[in-house]
């Protein structure tokens, strides 16, 4: 080295000043004026033409002047002091040739050898530096003297600080006197480490500066043979190829440290250990933030410091150029900052700082574009950047791989695969393991974690890498993108979501591809996979969110599509169902009125969507109340579905399905079981017998064979229509746990009430396994063991359980948890206290008038309720006046023949009796004997109920077999 040339270490502390003026912002003239130098002598440190260190109380100034806080200006002290002692110590063994003894002045101990050397320039230590559980792997691996590990691997994504860890332990070994050479290499290329090898044989080795690889052996086979302890770092490892024989040897006193983004397997094994670096705690995240922005932020904005970190995904190159842009922009605080980063109009260019702090080479933007650029040359060649696009749009958390290999995927890479060069010509298209392949080359570049052992999240980006990768994406790429995602995620969505985790991720990455894109979800119109992911909510159990989530759409579509467009016309249609699921059936039949109207207008009377839209209000209005109703509705609804769409089309034979179901409801069990009987014919003939719509109706003619008074029969339907649905749907679908539900009412019904507990006792472990605790499914399940169990014993206790948990699933207003406070009242009654059984009953009535109105068949059953109870807690009197009202009320809404007028004439009979006349009860029992022979028939349990009660208050009227009243 010439005379008059600054050392290695002079222009490295000229480097270390220039930076802390540059990022403190201080003119030449303040600086001069607070260090006590000259413009001139300014200018000839900031350029490094000086031969010697500044004086150090002139340092000293330079550093307090400049640096942001008292840590790092300790930190930049330290780190000049090094290279002030290198810098003599250089400079002496050049006067002297080699020289005396050289005592250590770190340690204070005497050696006798060379004085340590630094070769490379080591970053500075990071000026909030953050002690992590990494540190403490590094110090663990070489806790035997130096020599349990001799190489360490960092890896890790781009930007978790793996160079700052690697120098902080650099700066720990040099400052505790554990190394005599400390060599720093930034191992972005093969050619860079040859050169820095080169540089460094030539300072210990004395090699030739002219041929690299005879220097680089030469200082392979120093460190081989020295008895001097050396730490060797090799930064930023861009490919291990680059490492192929220029690996440092393993010596016990050599330890070698390398950072890289790579997790190659050649990197571990052979007495290398890697450490995974990920990214900062939340804790770390809070702490480093608040340390940089001590004096710039307010106590009052420490939830904005911890919002802002979890915005920056904890990423620590993230927020130190978060923290540094708000110190630049001197007028910005968190909240700021998180209203800039949340503008989707700002890329993360926009947010990166003038100067970048702590030695980071690159900006947020262009972290891992490097990475990108590899990751495409590896094999499969050039498809990782464009599924890594992919992957960019969807949920950070968690991806599962059959999306980003499902056959929309396959063909955006297809159509986007980079070229290795331009005359490449790709043979075929891509494949699901080229897909697969893609994905290992991005997991081994850390620009994604690939975990295929967790299929559902096998997938994994930081959240800012995604957001780099769509912002260099031009708007009609974009959109392609948006619109291949949204195929992607529809393509691997089951029909019959079994699995409710899989569920919950696709529809997270929906949400996903809906908050970062948009726009293209719309254009043209609305992807079928926002309709996907709604109803999935639903069919979950999570009907309330259901709701919500279509009356969303419903808004934005009106805004995006119009008023009249099919999908706003759509999702109308869906919030609808959604209400009526949710607990609102007036909600629901007034929204399908209005919609009926407006796809009359704009669609016409035989259009599908039209009649879909009477099928729905028809079955609404019924399940308000108004069974008859719904049942002359789903009649002229018919007679439309024959004319316009003939009498095999599924929609006709689903028309008939209920129209016999609310005949049911409406009072004729018998007519229901005959519909369904002709109906099942049909579909037998049309359909097969596997279809489901053939299953179903299988399940309807028993069910209603059932309430026509056959409950053995309805039982052994059940049994048949289970062995044949276990076959067609397996043991865990939705319909399937439906058959065994109503196959235990069934049983129960016929006389096994521990039967029927037993089988509930077991389909609700089914329905918790594969619908979860919270389903309204698994609800009901609870609510039927409870009631059967109650047949036998108590059963309010687990009543008040399940109220609870209804309360909290489904809210106080919906039917199922109005139903479960009027079971929980008849348990207590059944238990003794009939005074507490017609309070709580009382209660219930009141709302119940209010959510579902005083005609509703669930408020009519509870009016009976509270009579009974009225009537059981002594007041006979009150109760036949109760059940006489409610008889009226009976008879205008539901009919003279209808099963329920019947029970409540039953009822009134009853309680005449038991409020002193004997006679007129006798009489009522008569008159009900022959409606009910009439209607039921002779062998109908409820026919056969009231021969008995007949008998009953003849006999205490006493009246003879022969008498009338």
Not at 303 to 319: K, Q
Not at 357 to 371: E, H, I, N, T
Not at 546 to 571: E, F
């Amino acid at each position: 080295m010439p005379a008059n040339a600054p050392s290695l270490a002079v222009r490295e502390i000229c480097a270390i000043l220039r930076r802390l003026r540059d990022n403190a912002g201080l003119t030449d003239k303040q600086l001069a004026e607070q260090c006590g130098y000259g413009i001139s002598q300014l200018n000839a440190i900031r350029n490094a033409k000086v031969v010697n260190p500044p004086p150090n109380e002139k340092i000293e100034k330079w550093v307090r002047a400049c640096a942001t806080n008292d840590g790092a200006a300790t930190f930049a002290l330290a780190e000049i002091r090094d290279l002030v002692a290198l810098h003599e110590g250089q400079r002496d063994l050049e006067k002297i040739g080699g020289g005396p003894p050289y005592r250590d002045t770190r340690t204070g101990a005497g050696k006798e050898s060379a004085p340590p050397r630094r070769v490379g320039v080591v970053p500075r230590r990071a000026a909030r530096f953050q002690y992590r559980a990494a540190a403490d792997l590094l110090k663990e691996a070489v806790g035997d003297g130096g020599t349990a590990v001799l190489c360490q691997v960092l890896a890790g994504m781009g930007g978790v600080g793996k160079t700052q860890l690697a120098a902080d332990y650099a700066h720990q070994a040099w400052d505790t006197g554990s190394v005599d050479l400390l060599m720093w290499v930034t191992a972005a290329s093969r050619d860079a480490i040859q050169t820095a090898y080169t540089a460094a044989a030539a300072e210990v080795a004395g090699a030739d500066r002219s041929d690299p690889a005879a220097a680089a052996a030469a200082l392979l086979a120093w460190l081989v043979s020295t008895d001097r302890r050396w730490l060797i770092v090799l930064d930023d490892l861009a490919d291990p190829d680059d490492l192929i024989g220029l690996w440092p040897p393993d010596r016990p006193g050599g330890r070698v440290l390398v950072t890289t983004r790579r997790q190659d397997d050649a990197l571990t094994g052979d007495r290398r250990r890697r450490v995974d670096v990920g990214l900062f705690t939340p804790p770390e995240a809070t702490a480093y933030l608040t340390a940089a922005l001590a004096g710039h932020s307010q106590p009052s904005e420490t939830a904005e410091i911890a919002g802002l970190a979890e915005d920056l995904g904890y990423l620590p190159l993230a927020l130190a150029q978060a923290a540094a842009y708000i110190i630049d922009s001197r007028h910005l605080d968190c909240a700021a900052y998180r209203s800039r980063l949340a503008d989707r109009t700002r890329t993360l260019a926009n947010l990166a700082p003038h100067s970048l702090p702590d030695d980071y080479r690159f900006a947020m933007a262009a972290a891992w574009s490097l990475s990108i650029e590899r990751a495409n040359q590896c094999r499969p060649v050039g498809l990782a950047g464009p599924l890594l696009e992919l992957a960019a749009v969807l949920d950070p958390n968690g991806i599962p791989a059959t999306v980003l290999t499902s056959a929309p995927a396959l063909a955006y890479l297809t159509d986007h695969r980079v070229p290795a060069d331009q005359t490449a010509v790709h043979p075929r298209p891509v494949d699901v393991g080229d897909a697969r392949d893609a994905l290992a080359c991005l997991h081994l570049l850390s620009l994604v974690d690939y975990t295929p052992a967790s299929p559902h999240q096998a997938v994994r980006v930081h959240q800012l890498i995604q957001r780099a990768v769509r912002e260099t994406l031009p708007e009609n790429r974009a959109n392609v993108l948006a619109r291949t995602a949204g195929d992607a995620l529809l393509a691997v969505w089951p029909e019959v979501e079994r699995d409710t985790t899989l569920g919950q991720v696709l529809r997270a990455n929906t949400d996903t591809l809906h908050t970062v894109a948009p726009d293209p979800l719309w254009q043209p119109d609305l992807h079928p996979v926002l309709f996907r992911a709604a109803t999935s909510l639903g069919n979950t159990g999570l009907v309330l969110a259901a709701a919500d989530r279509y009356h969303h759409l419903a808004t934005t579509a009106a805004q995006r599509l119009g008023p009249d467009h099919p999908n706003t016309l759509a999702t109308r249609g869906n919030l609808a169902y959604w209400r009526g699921e949710a607990g609102d059936p007036a909600g629901a039949a007034a929204a399908a009125d209005e919609l009926l109207a407006d796809r009359l207008r704009v669609l016409g009377p035989d259009h599908p969507d039209t009649l879909i839209t009477r099928h729905n209000l028809a079955w609404w209005r019924g399940q308000v109340g108004d069974a008859a109703g719904a049942a002359a509705a789903f009649e002229q609804l018919l007679a439309d579905h024959l004319r316009v769409l003939g009498p095999d089309h599924p929609e006709t034979l689903t028309t008939r399905n209920n129209r016999a179901f609310w005949q049911g409801r409406a009072g004729n069990a018998a007519g229901a079981a005959g519909a369904f009987e002709a109906l099942l014919a049909h579909q037998l003939r049309v359909l097969g017998p596997d279809h489901p719509h053939t299953l179903t109706t299988r399940n309807n003619l028993a069910s209603w064979r059932g309430q026509a008074g056959d409950a053995a029969g309805a039982a052994a339907a059940f049994e048949a229509l289970l062995a044949d649905r276990l076959r067609v749907l397996g043991p865990d679908h939705p319909h399937t746990l439906t058959t065994r539900s109503n196959l235990a009412r069934w049983r129960g019904q016929a006389g096994d009430a521990a039967g029927a507990a037993a089988a509930f006792e077991a389909l609700l472990a089914d329905r918790l396994r594969v619908l979860g605790p919270d389903h309204p499914d698994t609800l009901l399940a609870r609510n039927h063991l409870a009631y059967w169990r109650g047949q036998a014993g108590d059963a309010a206790g687990a009543f008040e359980e399940l109220l609870a948990d209804q309360l909290r699933v489904l809210g106080p207003d919906h039917p199922h948890t109005l139903t479960t406070r009027g079971n929980l009242a008849r348990w207590r009654g059944q238990a003794g206290d009939a005074a507490g059984a017609a309070a709580a009953t009382e209660a219930l009535l009141a709302d119940q008038l209010r959510v579902l109105g005083p005609d509703h068949p669930d408020t009519q059953l509870t009016r009976n309720n509270l009579a009974h109870w009225w009537g059981e807690a002594g007041d006979a009197a009150g109760a036949a006046a109760a059940f006489e009202q409610l008889l009226a009320d009976s008879l205008r809404v539901l009919g003279p023949d209808h099963p329920d007028t019947l029970i409540t004439r039953n009822n009134l009979a009853r309680w005449w009796g038991e409020a002193g006349d004997a006679a007129g009860a006798a009489a009522a029992f008569e008159a009900l004997l022959a409606d009910r022979l009439r209607v039921l028939g002779p062998d109908h349990p409820h026919t056969l109920a009231t021969r008995g009660n007949l008998a009953r208050w003849r006999e205490r009227a006493g009246l003879s077999g022969n008498d009338r009243s």
